[in-house]
């Protein structure tokens, strides 16, 4: 089945304390991006890449880092997360010939204490 | 850059009456044009989109229609069903925003039985 996972779909953490969100795909799509998903702010992109390698920082990369080392994966990392990092979080992903038409991950709701 | 806006940010309609979503765009240069539905506590998924040398799209229910020179676009949803009831995202992109998508705010709709 197609798809976009993403791990843990819910993390509660401390200030401070680093985190990974993993994000993979298997539909060996090119682009994958970062979301942030907030009560009236719609969503906002993190940071996305456009294959192997190769980042750019989206809307909101303050306080993010991605990588991207191998094609299906894509993990989120906050290095010091803080409380105004709540909030839930979309990965996605799409391939090279439909670029913008994004498939998206279930979410991870994060709450940063 | 791109900026999207997206109104209502809260329509309630009667079950099987229509309901009509606009969003403006900024960025003459985009092209492309989808619409998004989130369920509660689920993903996005894209519903419908149009591109920029189409005026209309429809698929059964629901309708998009896009005005180049007022640079708008709209979501029509006939018949409303309970079913119908989420909160509806649409997006603009194009080469200025590298293909990535902009979005707007969201708008919540409410289906009353």
């Known amino acids: 089945e197609a798809q976009v996972t993403q791990n843990p779909r819910y993390l509660i953490t401390v200030t401070g304390k680093k985190l990974t969100v993993t994000c993979s795909q298997n539909?060996?799509?090119?682009?994958m991006s970062w979301y942030r998903q907030d009560p009236g702010l719609g969503l906002r992109q993190i940071y996305y890449s456009m294959n192997v390698e190769v980042t750019d920082k989206g809307d909101v990369p303050e306080g993010y880092k991605v990588s991207r080392k191998e094609k299906r994966n894509f993990p989120l990392i906050l290095e010091s997360p803080s409380p105004n990092q709540t909030s839930l979080y979309f990965c996605?992903?799409?391939?090279?010939?439909?670029?913008?038409?994004?498939?998206f991950g279930p979410g991870t709701r994060l709450l940063v204490l | 850059g791109e900026n999207v806006e997206q109104h209502p940010s809260t329509l309630s309609v009667q079950e099987g009456d229509s309901a009509v979503i606009k969003c403006t765009y900024s960025?003459?240069?985009?092209?492309?044009f989808p619409w998004y539905k989130q369920e509660l506590g689920k993903r996005p998924q894209l519903i419908i989109d149009i591109r920029s040398n189409v005026g209309e799209k429809k698929d059964q229910r629901i309708a998009v229609t896009l005005n180049k020179t007022a640079k708008h676009f709209s979501l029509h949803i006939t018949e409303t069903q309970p079913e119908d009831s989420a909160v509806y995202f649409c997006?603009?992109?194009?080469?200025?925003?590298?293909?990535?998508?902009?979005w707007g705010a969201g708008t919540k709709l409410i289906i009353k039985p």
């Open positions: 539909m060996n799509h090119e682009y």
């Open positions: 996605a992903s799409s391939s090279r010939l439909a670029r913008e038409t994004q498939y």
């Open positions: 997006a603009a992109s194009g080469v200025d925003s590298n293909y990535q998508l902009i």
């Open positions: 960025d003459s240069a985009s092209n492309y």
